[in-house]
């Protein structure tokens, strides 16, 4: 079965600076990979997804995520972090056959001014 | 704003009850899936219906059920409630029968006590 693991439970930015929150995934073949964001009292909105070709992914809000085959990663980042941003950051990952994800634990994303 | 709307958003009840979630999926969106989210589960897939079928079934629990109506709403049963059952519960929806592309509602916070 696949898994996702999220390695920071925080992360802690100033406001401008860059941004990477960390994904690794176990799955056989290739997955299908999922960023969303849960903004406090909200649901999860997807920001970006990879299913085949390019493996830089540009997404809303300004993010971008890299599949890396041989790392079995898929980082999420941004180059300039806004207040705005603070929120919890949810990898998930899928496989294609039943069509429901597997998310990982979360990435809590505090922003400082 | 998603588009899927779920009531109530909070919901404080006593062990041994029996609560209903309910959710409004998109308009057009046939597809309604259900997922617990916990600290110590993580976001968890409890069920999915498409245009009134039950499609994917993940960890729910056998005092847990669901169903979708005609009008594909949802709802969400859940019986014999105990402590650990306090969480947010989402529902997302998507167009078809099977789709990464969910859209989360914003979740029932239900706290059993």
């Known amino acids: 079965a696949q898994s996702v693991t999220q390695p920071d439970i925080h992360i802690t930015v100033s406001e401008g600076a860059s941004l990477e929150l960390r994904c690794n995934y176990s799955?056989?073949?290739?997955?299908?990979l999922f960023w969303y964001v849960q903004s406090p009292g909200q649901g999860l909105q997807l920001l970006l997804k990879y299913f085949s070709g390019d493996t830089l992914v540009q997404g809303i809000k300004g993010f971008e995520a890299e599949f890396k085959r041989s790392q079995s990663s898929f980082n999420l980042r941004k180059p300039s972090v806004h207040w705005s941003d603070a929120a919890e950051y949810f990898c998930a990952v899928g496989t294609g056959g039943s069509y429901i994800p597997t998310f990982g634990r979360g990435t809590s994303l505090i922003v400082h001014p | 704003d998603s588009g899927v709307t779920q009531t109530p958003k909070h919901l404080i009840t006593a062990t041994g009850q029996r609560v209903t979630l309910r959710c409004s999926p998109r308009?057009?969106?046939?597809?309604v899936y259900w997922y617990q989210q916990s600290l110590d589960q993580g976001l968890q897939f409890l069920i999915q219906y498409y245009n009134g079928e039950e499609r994917a079934k993940g960890n729910i629990l056998e005092r847990f059920s669901a169903q979708q109506f005609p009008d594909l709403h949802s709802e969400l049963n859940l019986s014999s409630l105990e402590l650990g059952d306090s969480a947010l519960y989402f529902c997302?929806?998507?167009?078809?029968?099977?789709?990464?592309?969910?859209?989360f509602g914003p979740g029932t916070r239900l706290t059993v006590t």
């Open positions: 799955y056989g073949a290739t997955p299908y």
């Open positions: 997302a929806s998507s167009a078809g029968y099977s789709s990464y592309e969910q859209y």
């Open positions: 308009s057009g969106d046939l597809s």
